[in-house]
Protein backbone atom coordinates (compact mmCIF):
# COMPACT_ATOMS: atom_id res chain seq x y z
CA UNK A 1 0.00 0.00 0.00
CA UNK A 2 2.81 2.86 0.87
CA UNK A 3 4.88 2.20 -2.31
CA UNK A 4 1.19 2.43 -4.40
CA UNK A 5 0.99 5.81 -2.23
CA UNK A 6 4.38 7.02 -2.96
CA UNK A 7 4.23 6.35 -6.77
CA UNK A 8 1.17 8.50 -6.87
CA UNK A 9 2.18 11.03 -4.91
CA UNK A 10 4.94 11.32 -6.73
CA UNK A 11 2.18 11.49 -10.21
CA UNK A 12 1.08 14.82 -7.90
CA UNK A 13 -1.95 12.88 -7.71
CA UNK A 14 -3.90 13.53 -4.14
CA UNK A 15 -3.69 10.36 -2.68
CA UNK A 16 -6.77 8.73 -0.17
CA UNK A 17 -5.01 6.92 2.98
CA UNK A 18 -5.26 3.45 3.90
CA UNK A 19 -8.09 2.92 5.61
CA UNK A 20 -5.46 1.82 8.68
CA UNK A 21 -4.70 5.15 9.21
CA UNK A 22 -7.76 7.44 8.55
CA UNK A 23 -10.93 5.76 9.93
CA UNK A 24 -14.34 6.02 11.44
CA UNK A 25 -14.06 5.45 15.07
CA UNK A 26 -16.81 4.49 16.52
CA UNK A 27 -15.99 2.62 19.85
CA UNK A 28 -15.91 4.77 23.27
CA UNK A 29 -12.46 5.95 22.81
CA UNK A 30 -8.99 5.41 21.54
CA UNK A 31 -6.10 6.52 19.58
CA UNK A 32 -5.41 7.47 15.83
CA UNK A 33 -2.20 8.63 14.04
CA UNK A 34 -1.30 10.17 10.98
CA UNK A 35 -0.43 8.32 7.70
CA UNK A 36 2.88 6.09 8.14
CA UNK A 37 3.05 7.38 11.82
CA UNK A 38 5.73 6.41 14.00
CA UNK A 39 7.59 7.71 10.28
CA UNK A 40 6.82 10.39 8.45
CA UNK A 41 3.77 10.75 6.69
CA UNK A 42 3.80 11.40 2.66
CA UNK A 43 3.65 14.63 0.45
CA UNK A 44 -0.06 15.15 -1.20
CA UNK A 45 -1.88 13.20 1.32
CA UNK A 46 -5.27 13.66 1.89
CA UNK A 47 -7.59 11.83 3.69
CA UNK A 48 -10.91 12.00 6.97
CA UNK A 49 -11.13 10.77 10.32
CA UNK A 50 -14.41 10.36 11.28
CA UNK A 51 -15.65 10.18 14.86
CA UNK A 52 -19.16 8.78 15.60
CA UNK A 53 -19.32 7.32 19.06
CA UNK A 54 -22.69 9.06 19.88
CA UNK A 55 -21.14 11.41 22.35
CA UNK A 56 -19.10 14.79 22.18
CA UNK A 57 -15.24 14.07 22.12
CA UNK A 58 -12.06 14.94 23.77
CA UNK A 59 -9.20 15.46 21.49
CA UNK A 60 -5.68 15.50 22.70
CA UNK A 61 -2.42 15.08 20.67
CA UNK A 62 0.35 15.08 22.55
CA UNK A 63 2.79 13.84 19.54
CA UNK A 64 2.41 16.67 16.39
CA UNK A 65 4.74 17.75 14.33
CA UNK A 66 3.20 19.05 10.94
CA UNK A 67 5.20 22.07 8.97
CA UNK A 68 4.83 25.33 10.65
CA UNK A 69 1.82 27.86 9.68
CA UNK A 70 2.43 29.91 6.56
CA UNK A 71 1.35 34.12 6.67
CA UNK A 72 0.10 33.55 10.31
CA UNK A 73 -2.30 30.26 8.88
CA UNK A 74 -2.23 26.44 8.24
CA UNK A 75 -1.78 25.81 4.82
CA UNK A 76 1.12 23.70 4.09
CA UNK A 77 0.37 20.67 6.09
CA UNK A 78 -2.86 20.72 8.29
CA UNK A 79 -5.13 18.58 10.19
CA UNK A 80 -8.54 20.05 10.66
CA UNK A 81 -11.27 19.24 13.23
CA UNK A 82 -14.31 19.98 11.27
CA UNK A 83 -17.30 20.19 14.31
CA UNK A 84 -20.60 20.22 13.57
CA UNK A 85 -19.64 22.88 10.88
CA UNK A 86 -17.10 24.81 13.08
CA UNK A 87 -13.52 24.22 11.64
CA UNK A 88 -10.46 24.52 13.21
CA UNK A 89 -7.34 23.88 11.84
CA UNK A 90 -3.69 22.97 13.71
CA UNK A 91 -0.17 23.21 12.44
CA UNK A 92 3.37 23.19 13.27
CA UNK A 93 3.72 21.72 16.57
CA UNK A 94 0.46 23.07 18.21
CA UNK A 95 -2.26 20.13 18.04
CA UNK A 96 -5.50 19.85 19.36
CA UNK A 97 -4.93 19.65 23.55
CA UNK A 98 -7.99 19.10 25.80
CA UNK A 99 -10.22 19.98 22.55
CA UNK A 100 -13.51 19.75 23.26
CA UNK A 101 -16.34 19.41 20.56
CA UNK A 102 -20.18 20.23 20.43
CA UNK A 103 -21.19 17.96 18.65
CA UNK A 104 -21.63 13.91 18.56
CA UNK A 105 -20.54 13.52 14.70
CA UNK A 106 -17.08 15.09 14.34
CA UNK A 107 -14.74 14.84 11.05
CA UNK A 108 -10.78 15.62 10.84
CA UNK A 109 -9.08 16.17 7.61
CA UNK A 110 -5.33 15.50 7.32
CA UNK A 111 -3.51 17.35 4.39
CA UNK A 112 -0.41 17.16 3.37
CA UNK A 113 1.58 19.24 0.65
CA UNK A 114 4.19 18.27 -1.84
CA UNK A 115 7.09 19.70 -0.07
CA UNK A 116 9.07 18.72 3.25
CA UNK A 117 7.51 15.82 4.89
CA UNK A 118 7.39 15.39 9.12
CA UNK A 119 6.38 12.62 11.74
CA UNK A 120 2.65 13.75 12.28
CA UNK A 121 0.12 12.64 14.49
CA UNK A 122 -0.48 10.28 17.49
CA UNK A 123 -3.47 11.54 19.29
CA UNK A 124 -6.36 10.10 21.41
CA UNK A 125 -9.92 10.75 21.89
CA UNK A 126 -12.45 9.89 24.07
CA UNK A 127 -16.23 10.45 24.61
CA UNK A 128 -17.67 12.48 26.87
CA UNK A 129 -20.27 10.20 27.78
CA UNK A 130 -22.25 12.83 30.21
CA UNK A 131 -24.07 14.82 27.47
CA UNK A 132 -24.64 17.09 30.56
CA UNK A 133 -21.42 18.28 30.18
CA UNK A 134 -22.51 20.55 26.98
CA UNK A 135 -25.79 21.89 28.11
CA UNK A 136 -26.60 25.27 28.83
CA UNK A 137 -27.79 26.99 31.53
CA UNK A 138 -31.65 27.91 30.41
CA UNK A 139 -32.20 31.19 31.33
CA UNK A 140 -35.74 30.84 33.89
CA UNK A 141 -37.93 33.54 34.18
CA UNK A 142 -40.59 33.97 36.88
CA UNK A 143 -41.79 35.83 39.64
CA UNK A 144 -42.02 32.72 42.22
CA UNK A 145 -38.28 31.09 41.00
CA UNK A 146 -37.82 29.27 43.96
CA UNK A 147 -34.25 29.96 44.08
CA UNK A 148 -31.81 30.86 47.19
CA UNK A 149 -30.33 33.23 45.32
CA UNK A 150 -33.19 35.21 43.64
CA UNK A 151 -34.44 34.68 47.07
CA UNK A 152 -31.65 36.42 48.80
CA UNK A 153 -31.15 38.92 45.83
CA UNK A 154 -34.67 40.34 46.13
CA UNK A 155 -34.09 40.82 50.13
CA UNK A 156 -30.85 42.94 49.08
CA UNK A 157 -32.25 44.80 46.42
CA UNK A 158 -36.12 45.22 48.55
CA UNK A 159 -33.57 46.88 51.63
CA UNK A 160 -31.31 48.67 49.18
CA UNK A 161 -28.56 47.05 49.81
CA UNK A 162 -25.32 46.31 46.52
CA UNK A 163 -21.85 44.97 47.79
CA UNK A 164 -19.81 45.96 45.85
CA UNK A 165 -16.37 45.71 46.80
CA UNK A 166 -14.28 43.22 45.09
CA UNK A 167 -13.17 39.73 46.12
CA UNK A 168 -11.05 36.67 44.54
CA UNK A 169 -13.15 33.85 45.28
CA UNK A 170 -10.14 31.75 43.86
CA UNK A 171 -9.31 27.99 44.83
CA UNK A 172 -12.90 26.90 44.61
CA UNK A 173 -14.21 23.04 43.31
CA UNK A 174 -17.31 23.61 41.14
CA UNK A 175 -18.23 22.48 37.74
CA UNK A 176 -20.95 23.63 35.20
CA UNK A 177 -23.23 21.75 36.87
CA UNK A 178 -23.26 24.07 39.81
CA UNK A 179 -23.96 27.18 37.66
CA UNK A 180 -26.54 29.32 38.00
CA UNK A 181 -29.01 31.93 36.35
CA UNK A 182 -31.94 33.56 36.87
CA UNK A 183 -34.70 36.91 36.39
CA UNK A 184 -37.49 38.01 37.40
CA UNK A 185 -39.31 40.88 37.11
CA UNK A 186 -41.09 43.05 40.60
CA UNK A 187 -42.21 45.82 39.23
CA UNK A 188 -40.59 47.94 36.45
CA UNK A 189 -37.08 46.35 37.86
CA UNK A 190 -35.66 43.33 36.46
CA UNK A 191 -33.61 41.46 39.07
CA UNK A 192 -30.74 39.31 37.07
CA UNK A 193 -28.59 36.78 39.16
CA UNK A 194 -26.63 34.22 38.51
CA UNK A 195 -22.93 32.56 40.29
CA UNK A 196 -20.72 33.22 37.55
CA UNK A 197 -19.94 29.82 36.70
CA UNK A 198 -21.02 29.12 32.66
CA UNK A 199 -23.07 26.12 32.29
CA UNK A 200 -20.94 24.55 29.51
CA UNK A 201 -17.85 23.49 29.80
CA UNK A 202 -14.94 25.76 30.47
CA UNK A 203 -11.32 26.90 30.56
CA UNK A 204 -10.35 23.48 28.00
CA UNK A 205 -9.10 23.51 24.71
CA UNK A 206 -7.23 27.15 25.02
CA UNK A 207 -3.96 27.68 22.29
CA UNK A 208 -2.39 28.59 25.39
CA UNK A 209 -3.47 27.63 29.08
CA UNK A 210 -5.06 30.26 31.31
CA UNK A 211 -3.35 29.44 34.74
CA UNK A 212 -6.77 31.42 36.14
CA UNK A 213 -10.17 28.69 36.84
CA UNK A 214 -13.88 30.25 37.68
CA UNK A 215 -14.63 30.15 40.70
CA UNK A 216 -18.41 31.64 42.25
CA UNK A 217 -19.10 34.63 42.43
CA UNK A 218 -22.99 35.39 43.30
CA UNK A 219 -24.19 38.31 41.94
CA UNK A 220 -27.15 40.45 41.19
CA UNK A 221 -28.45 43.40 39.27
CA UNK A 222 -31.27 45.40 39.41
CA UNK A 223 -32.54 47.30 35.92
CA UNK A 224 -34.89 48.39 34.20
CA UNK A 225 -37.26 46.07 32.43
CA UNK A 226 -37.96 48.81 29.95
CA UNK A 227 -34.52 50.88 30.14
CA UNK A 228 -34.49 54.56 28.16
CA UNK A 229 -31.87 55.17 25.45
CA UNK A 230 -30.13 58.36 25.83
CA UNK A 231 -28.45 60.07 23.05
CA UNK A 232 -24.45 59.81 24.95
CA UNK A 233 -21.97 57.39 24.23
CA UNK A 234 -20.33 56.17 27.67
CA UNK A 235 -17.54 54.06 26.99
CA UNK A 236 -17.49 50.61 29.46
CA UNK A 237 -14.50 50.55 32.02
CA UNK A 238 -12.83 46.90 32.88
CA UNK A 239 -14.69 44.25 34.64
CA UNK A 240 -18.18 43.23 34.54
CA UNK A 241 -20.58 44.94 32.72
CA UNK A 242 -23.18 42.45 31.81
CA UNK A 243 -24.49 39.26 32.66
CA UNK A 244 -25.04 35.88 30.38
CA UNK A 245 -27.73 33.71 30.49
CA UNK A 246 -25.23 31.17 30.54
CA UNK A 247 -24.31 32.24 34.53
CA UNK A 248 -21.01 34.34 33.66
CA UNK A 249 -20.59 37.84 32.90
CA UNK A 250 -19.51 39.90 30.24
CA UNK A 251 -16.71 42.14 29.70
CA UNK A 252 -16.08 45.14 27.21
CA UNK A 253 -13.43 44.49 24.63
CA UNK A 254 -10.35 45.45 26.21
CA UNK A 255 -7.32 43.23 27.78
CA UNK A 256 -6.26 46.50 29.30
CA UNK A 257 -7.47 49.84 30.53
CA UNK A 258 -4.73 51.41 27.89
CA UNK A 259 -6.65 49.67 24.59
CA UNK A 260 -5.11 46.23 23.53
CA UNK A 261 -8.08 45.00 22.30
CA UNK A 262 -8.89 41.55 23.76
CA UNK A 263 -9.82 39.23 20.96
CA UNK A 264 -6.52 39.88 19.37
CA UNK A 265 -4.24 40.41 22.13
CA UNK A 266 -5.29 37.70 24.24
CA UNK A 267 -7.38 35.46 22.38
CA UNK A 268 -5.10 32.76 22.48
CA UNK A 269 -5.84 31.93 26.52
CA UNK A 270 -10.10 31.90 25.37
CA UNK A 271 -11.81 28.24 26.03
CA UNK A 272 -13.73 26.37 23.35
CA UNK A 273 -16.68 28.27 24.33
CA UNK A 274 -15.18 32.03 23.86
CA UNK A 275 -14.52 32.59 27.33
CA UNK A 276 -11.70 32.74 30.30
CA UNK A 277 -11.25 33.87 33.68
CA UNK A 278 -9.68 36.97 35.29
CA UNK A 279 -7.30 36.42 38.00
CA UNK A 280 -10.18 36.90 40.26
CA UNK A 281 -11.26 33.91 38.61
CA UNK A 282 -14.47 35.73 37.38
CA UNK A 283 -15.26 33.52 34.16
CA UNK A 284 -16.45 36.29 31.15
CA UNK A 285 -16.97 36.79 27.51
CA UNK A 286 -14.79 39.04 24.85
CA UNK A 287 -16.72 38.08 22.21
CA UNK A 288 -19.96 35.91 21.16
CA UNK A 289 -20.14 32.87 24.09
CA UNK A 290 -20.03 30.29 21.25
CA UNK A 291 -21.47 27.52 23.45
CA UNK A 292 -24.49 29.14 24.24
CA UNK A 293 -25.37 30.97 20.80
CA UNK A 294 -24.21 30.29 16.91
CA UNK A 295 -23.23 33.01 14.59
CA UNK A 296 -26.18 34.93 13.23
CA UNK A 297 -28.40 33.00 15.75
CA UNK A 298 -29.78 36.28 17.38
CA UNK A 299 -30.53 34.19 20.30
CA UNK A 300 -30.50 36.25 23.78
CA UNK A 301 -27.54 35.79 25.33
CA UNK A 302 -27.70 38.01 28.34
CA UNK A 303 -28.32 41.12 30.05
CA UNK A 304 -26.31 44.59 30.17
CA UNK A 305 -26.05 46.87 33.26
CA UNK A 306 -27.71 49.72 31.54
CA UNK A 307 -30.60 46.80 30.98
CA UNK A 308 -31.00 46.53 27.74
CA UNK A 309 -30.94 42.46 26.03
CA UNK A 310 -27.85 41.11 24.37
CA UNK A 311 -28.19 39.29 21.37
CA UNK A 312 -25.65 36.91 19.65
CA UNK A 313 -24.61 38.01 16.45
CA UNK A 314 -27.82 38.32 14.26
CA UNK A 315 -28.50 38.57 10.43
CA UNK A 316 -29.64 41.49 8.58
CA UNK A 317 -33.00 41.39 7.19
CA UNK A 318 -32.21 41.76 3.52
CA UNK A 319 -29.86 38.94 3.42
CA UNK A 320 -27.44 36.41 4.98
CA UNK A 321 -25.08 39.29 6.19
CA UNK A 322 -24.50 39.37 9.67
CA UNK A 323 -25.52 43.07 11.55
CA UNK A 324 -22.12 44.85 10.75
CA UNK A 325 -20.36 47.27 13.36
CA UNK A 326 -19.55 50.71 12.12
CA UNK A 327 -16.13 50.35 13.61
CA UNK A 328 -13.36 50.59 10.38
CA UNK A 329 -10.00 49.07 10.23
CA UNK A 330 -8.42 52.84 9.60
CA UNK A 331 -4.86 50.64 8.89
CA UNK A 332 -2.65 51.90 11.82
CA UNK A 333 -1.68 48.77 13.26
CA UNK A 334 -2.51 45.30 13.25
CA UNK A 335 -5.96 45.37 14.74
CA UNK A 336 -4.39 45.06 18.55
CA UNK A 337 -5.43 48.00 20.09
CA UNK A 338 -8.67 50.48 19.73
CA UNK A 339 -6.63 53.34 18.19
CA UNK A 340 -6.51 50.94 14.98
CA UNK A 341 -9.94 51.11 14.72
CA UNK A 342 -12.40 54.46 14.01
CA UNK A 343 -15.91 54.65 14.16
CA UNK A 344 -17.27 55.45 10.32
CA UNK A 345 -20.54 58.12 11.89
CA UNK A 346 -20.88 58.56 8.17
CA UNK A 347 -20.98 55.21 7.39
CA UNK A 348 -23.45 54.65 10.40
CA UNK A 349 -25.75 57.50 9.08
CA UNK A 350 -25.40 56.02 5.29
CA UNK A 351 -27.07 52.67 6.90
CA UNK A 352 -24.09 51.58 5.16
CA UNK A 353 -23.29 49.56 8.44
CA UNK A 354 -26.09 49.31 11.13
CA UNK A 355 -24.50 49.07 14.51
CA UNK A 356 -24.04 51.97 16.91
CA UNK A 357 -21.09 52.65 19.12
CA UNK A 358 -22.22 50.55 21.65
CA UNK A 359 -22.75 47.78 19.46
CA UNK A 360 -26.47 48.92 19.65
CA UNK A 361 -29.69 48.01 17.18
CA UNK A 362 -33.09 49.21 17.25
CA UNK A 363 -35.10 45.83 15.96
CA UNK A 364 -38.12 46.52 14.43
CA UNK A 365 -39.96 44.30 16.52
CA UNK A 366 -40.78 43.90 19.94
CA UNK A 367 -37.52 43.06 20.71
CA UNK A 368 -36.50 46.99 20.03
CA UNK A 369 -33.27 48.26 21.29
CA UNK A 370 -30.71 46.12 22.23
CA UNK A 371 -27.39 44.65 21.90
CA UNK A 372 -25.60 42.41 19.54
CA UNK A 373 -22.19 40.49 19.06
CA UNK A 374 -20.37 41.00 16.19
CA UNK A 375 -18.02 38.33 14.71
CA UNK A 376 -15.58 40.93 13.97
CA UNK A 377 -13.96 44.25 15.84
CA UNK A 378 -15.51 45.27 18.31
CA UNK A 379 -16.94 41.59 19.04
CA UNK A 380 -18.97 42.88 21.98
CA UNK A 381 -20.20 46.01 23.90
CA UNK A 382 -17.09 48.82 23.80
CA UNK A 383 -20.36 50.92 25.89
CA UNK A 384 -23.51 52.31 26.37
CA UNK A 385 -26.03 54.45 25.69
CA UNK A 386 -28.92 53.66 28.60
CA UNK A 387 -29.32 56.77 30.90
CA UNK A 388 -29.11 54.61 33.89
CA UNK A 389 -26.40 51.89 34.92
CA UNK A 390 -27.21 49.60 37.44
CA UNK A 391 -23.92 48.03 39.73
CA UNK A 392 -23.50 43.94 39.70
CA UNK A 393 -23.64 43.45 43.55
CA UNK A 394 -22.61 40.73 45.53
CA UNK A 395 -24.79 38.99 47.76
CA UNK A 396 -23.21 39.06 50.79
CA UNK A 397 -20.90 41.25 51.92
CA UNK A 398 -16.69 40.74 51.21
C1 LIG B 1 -12.82 14.75 3.31
O1 LIG B 1 -13.41 15.89 3.94
C2 LIG B 1 -13.43 17.00 3.07
C3 LIG B 1 -13.88 18.20 3.90
O2 LIG B 1 -14.99 17.87 4.68
C4 LIG B 1 -14.33 16.72 1.90
O3 LIG B 1 -14.35 17.83 1.04
C5 LIG B 1 -13.78 15.49 1.15
O4 LIG B 1 -14.65 15.15 0.15
C6 LIG B 1 -13.59 14.32 2.09
N1 LIG B 1 -12.88 13.28 1.39
C7 LIG B 1 -13.24 12.01 1.44
C8 LIG B 1 -12.35 11.06 0.70
O5 LIG B 1 -14.22 11.63 2.06
C1 LIG C 1 0.68 6.54 20.65
O1 LIG C 1 0.92 6.99 21.97
C2 LIG C 1 0.51 6.07 22.96
C3 LIG C 1 0.77 6.73 24.31
O2 LIG C 1 0.07 7.91 24.39
C4 LIG C 1 1.30 4.79 22.86
O3 LIG C 1 0.84 3.87 23.82
C5 LIG C 1 1.10 4.22 21.47
O4 LIG C 1 1.92 3.08 21.29
C6 LIG C 1 1.45 5.25 20.40
N1 LIG C 1 1.09 4.72 19.10
C7 LIG C 1 1.98 4.57 18.13
C8 LIG C 1 1.47 3.99 16.86
O5 LIG C 1 3.14 4.93 18.24
C1 LIG D 1 -7.36 55.74 13.53
O1 LIG D 1 -8.27 55.72 14.62
C2 LIG D 1 -7.84 56.41 15.79
C3 LIG D 1 -8.84 56.17 16.89
O2 LIG D 1 -10.14 56.21 16.41
C4 LIG D 1 -7.63 57.88 15.47
O3 LIG D 1 -7.14 58.56 16.62
C5 LIG D 1 -6.64 58.01 14.33
O4 LIG D 1 -6.51 59.37 13.97
C6 LIG D 1 -7.11 57.20 13.13
N1 LIG D 1 -6.10 57.25 12.09
C7 LIG D 1 -6.44 57.41 10.81
C8 LIG D 1 -5.28 57.44 9.86
O5 LIG D 1 -7.59 57.54 10.43
C1 LIG E 1 -16.71 55.83 5.82
O1 LIG E 1 -17.53 54.94 5.09
C2 LIG E 1 -17.86 55.42 3.79
C3 LIG E 1 -18.83 54.40 3.20
O2 LIG E 1 -20.02 54.44 3.89
C4 LIG E 1 -16.64 55.54 2.97
O3 LIG E 1 -16.97 56.06 1.70
C5 LIG E 1 -15.65 56.44 3.65
O4 LIG E 1 -14.42 56.44 2.96
C6 LIG E 1 -15.41 55.99 5.07
N1 LIG E 1 -14.60 56.98 5.77
C7 LIG E 1 -13.38 56.74 6.16
C8 LIG E 1 -12.67 57.86 6.87
O5 LIG E 1 -12.84 55.65 6.00
Not at 171 to 194: H, K, M, N, P, Q
Amino acid sequence: MASIMLIAASLGAWVSCAAAYCDTYTALSGEFQSPNYPSKYWNSMRCNYTFDTGYPIIINCPEFVLQSRKGGLCKRDYFTINDAGTLTAFCGTTGPSNYVSTGSLVTAEFKSNKKIRKYGFNCTYESIVDTTTVETTTPQETTTQASALLTTATGLYNSNTCYTSQRSTCGCSVTYDDSEFYTTVLGDVRIVVANGIPGHVYEVGQENANPNNACPHEVYMAVPVNPVKGNTYVAYGMGPVGIATSGAFFYNHLSTPSGDTAVISEGESFDTCSGHSDMFCRYHYHMRPSCIAEAGSCTLVGYMRDGFSVYSSCLRDSGSDYLRSCYQDNGTGDGSHTSHYTFNQTAYDNGDCDLDMANGYTFSDDRGYAYIFTEDYPFIMTGYYGTELADICYLEDA
